[in-house]
Nanobody, 117 residues
């Protein structure tokens, strides 16, 4: 059973920064990609940022140039550095991992990020 354990998040003022971390229970190379999704109240869950097994990254337009996804292969972690936060970034953030050799998807427990104006 793959576990993704999230840490970080919290309350910050607009313009501030937060960092989220996701620790996987097995090698990050077990996954074809790892990502951060977010779900705002009353909205669907959306992809914020993704990093592939090859290290390629992609971002939602709404977070591009403000958020950075990174991976530590030795620690089996994926982080999301969030800068210049806006109230619209308020959401529950979820770590996701897509299995490399199966169709399984794994999710972290979710972390609340609240940005006050």
């Amino acid at each position: 059973q793959v576990l993704l354990v999230q840490s970080g998040g919290g309350l910050v003022q607009a313009g501030g920064s937060l960092r989220l971390s996701c620790a996987a229970s097995e090698s990050v190379f077990s996954f074809k990609s790892m990502a951060w999704y977010r779900q705002a109240p009353g909205k669907q869950r959306e992809l914020a940022a993704v990093i592939t097994i090859g290290g390629d990254t992609n971002y939602a337009d709404s977070v591009k140039d403000r958020f950075t996804i990174s991976r530590d292969d030795a620690k089996n972690t994926v982080d999301l550095q969030m800068n210049s936060l806006e109230p619209e970034d308020t959401a529950v953030y979820y770590c996701n991992a897509e299995a490399r050799y199966t169709t399984q998807n794994y999710w972290g427990q979710g972390t609340q990020v609240t940005v006050s104006s």
